[in-house]
């Protein structure tokens, strides 16, 4: 019989002890909400399939009428039967782990709560119940106070930076700091010639959409077309 053994942790959660045959045993948790991959014989014949144990049913006096309530339909009522110990040739938890099942399988013994239960630890000491229990003497607000220092010395004053021109050298200028400082002044009469020469591109831009307007217009009257031109002509060559 393959399964040859079985211990109740708690209502519907066994621990089932299988013989793998070559005197191979293993042991495993079963619960109803896990998912085991279950072989068995059935009518001579042998089965696989995947599902849920909802409930074990141990009759101590006659073993061979003990069975396990196989649930292996997704919804988890069409296709339930009882399969009895002696048809199960093996039980393989499927289940994804849960740290309860993992604790059980490693000799955990009780239910979820009581495991729940003992992940929770006492309530440590505070720190001044440590400085206390090391020697410290007096008030908490007197040890707070211990922990505040007097205060520091000044710190020395930074080293002041380097300035524009000193970088400008690091960077490749050659010269005193006079030809440097000419230098930035030319650079600001070449923004302004820039500036100056963006306006004067704005100005003959619309020069040359008046021209258009006037071109256009001469089309539309003919009896305007000279006097439109002569226009035409003396923007142009302003």
Not at 108 to 134: N, P, R
Not at 165 to 170: K, L, N, Q
Request: net charge negative; glycine share 10%.
């Amino acid at each position: 019989m393959p399964i040859v053994g079985s211990e109740p942790i708690q209502k519907n959660y066994y621990r089932l002890t299988i013989t793998m045959g070559g005197g191979i045993v293993d042991n495993i948790l079963v619960t109803p909400d896990g998912l085991y991959s279950v072989y068995f014989i059935k009518e001579g014949r042998y089965y696989n399939a995947t599902g849920r144990i909802p409930k074990i049913v141990v009759d101590y006096c006659n073993p061979q009428n003990s069975f396990i309530l196989f649930d292996y339909s997704a919804d988890r009522s069409a296709c339930r039967e009882r399969l009895y110990f002696p048809q199960v040739q093996l039980i393989k938890d499927v289940t994804p782990n849960s740290a309860y099942r993992i604790a059980v399988e490693h000799g955990f013994v009780g239910t979820v709560e009581d495991w729940l239960a003992s992940l929770k630890g006492e309530t440590g000491k505070s720190a001044y119940e440590i400085a206390v229990d090391c020697g410290f003497t007096g008030t908490k607000e007197e040890w707070l106070a211990t922990l505040k220092g007097e205060k520091g010395d000044k710190g020395d004053p930074g080293k002041d930076g380097k300035s524009a021109y000193e970088i400008a050298v690091d960077h490749g200028f050659t010269g005193t700091e006079d030809e440097w400082l000419a230098s930035v002044g030319d650079t600001t009469e070449v923004y302004n010639r820039v500036i100056n020469i963006e306006k004067s591109i704005t100005w003959i831009e619309g020069m040359v959409a008046a021209s258009e307007t006037a071109l256009v217009n001469s089309l539309k009257d003919p009896s305007t077309a000279k006097t439109n031109m002569t226009k035409i002509t003396r923007v142009t060559k302003a």
